[in-house]
C-alpha cells in the first residue's frame, strides 16, 4: 500500500499570503492517478486537481498542482477567506486508493 | 446534474452488519468508465477510502478491510450498496460514496461525492 505523507500538518498563513502544501508517497505514483480535496467543517471533500495538475470544473485558477513520481505539492497562490479549511492529497495505485492525513490551513 | 445521496442506519450495535446505500443521479454506472467508490471518515481524522465498483462490475476493496467488505450495485435502480460486517465501535464515521470518471487517457478524476451520512457503532 502507497502511503501519502502530507506536510505540514497545520499552516498558519494570513488572507494573501502562499500557501504551499506537500505530499510525499512512499513510492511513486503516475501523475494521472494523484488529486487534491479541500474540506470545510460539515461538508464533503471537494475536489480540486485531478492528474497532479489539473483543475477541476470551477476551481479558481489560485489553486495549482505539480510534481511527479514521490513528490507532489499543492500551491494557493493568493488565500483567499474562503480557502482556510483542510486539504487531503489521494492517489490510486494499484487497484488501492489512499490518502494523506491532510494538511489544516488556519488563519493566523 | 449528478447528485449522490447516502442511506442507511444512523446506529448500529457492536457485532452488527452495516448496509449502506448510495443512490445516484445524472450519470449511468453502465456508463464506460464510470464507477462509485465508498469512502469513510471518523469524526476528527482522516479519509479512508473503502471500496471501489466499475461500469462492467469489476470491484475493488480496501486491503485492510476486504473480509468484511461487500459492494455491489443495481444499474436500473441507480444505487450502489456497501455492506460491512462485524462492525466496531472503531467504525464509527461518516460514510461518504463518490463519482470516479476514468477518462479514455487513463486519468481517474472523483468528481462528485454525497453528503455523507454519519454512522454511530454503540451498545
Known amino acids: 500500500e502507497i502511503v501519502l505523507t502530507q506536510s505540514p500538518g497545520t499552516l498558519s498563513l494570513s488572507p494573501g499570503e502562499r500557501a504551499t502544501l506537500s505530499c510525499r508517497a512512499s513510492?511513486?505514483?503516475?501523475?494521472?492517478?494523484l488529486a487534491w480535496y479541500q474540506q470545510k467543517p460539515g461538508q464533503a471533500p471537494r475536489l480540486l486537481i485531478y492528474?497532479?495538475?489539473s483543475r477541476a470544473t470551477g476551481i479558481p485558477d489560485r489553486f495549482s498542482g505539480s510534481g511527479s513520481g514521490t513528490d507532489f505539492t499543492l500551491t494557493i497562490s493568493r488565500l483567499e477567506p474562503e480557502d482556510f479549511a483542510v486539504y487531503y492529497c489521494q492517489q490510486y495505485g494499484s487497484s488501492q486508493v489512499t490518502f494523506g492525513q491532510g494538511t489544516k490551513v488556519e488563519i493566523k | 446534474q449528478v447528485t449522490l445521496r447516502e442511506s442507511g442506519p444512523a446506529l448500529v450495535k457492536p457485532t452488527q452488519t452495516l448496509t449502506l446505500t448510495c443512490t445516484f443521479s445524472?450519470?449511468?454506472?453502465?456508463?464506460?468508465?464510470?464507477?462509485v467508490s465508498w469512502i469513510r471518515q471518523p469524526p476528527g481524522k482522516a479519509l479512508e477510502w473503502l471500496a471501489r465498483?466499475?461500469?462492467?462490475?469489476?470491484?475493488y476493496y480496501s486491503t485492510s478491510l476486504k473480509t468484511r467488505l461487500t459492494i455491489s450495485k443495481d444499474t436500473s435502480k441507480n444505487q450502489v450498496v456497501l455492506t460491512m460486517t462485524n462492525m466496531d465501535p472503531v467504525d464509527t464515521a461518516t460514510y461518504y460514496c463518490a463519482r470516479i470518471r476514468v477518462t479514455i487517457f487513463g486519468v481517474v478524476i472523483t468528481d462528485y461525492w454525497g453528503q455523507g451520512t454519519l454512522v454511530t457503532v454503540s451498545s
Open positions: 513510492q511513486s505514483v503516475s501523475s494521472s492517478y
Open positions: 492528474g497532479a495538475s
Open positions: 465498483i466499475d461500469w462492467d462490475d469489476d470491484k
Open positions: 445524472g450519470f449511468s454506472l453502465s456508463t464506460s468508465g464510470m464507477c
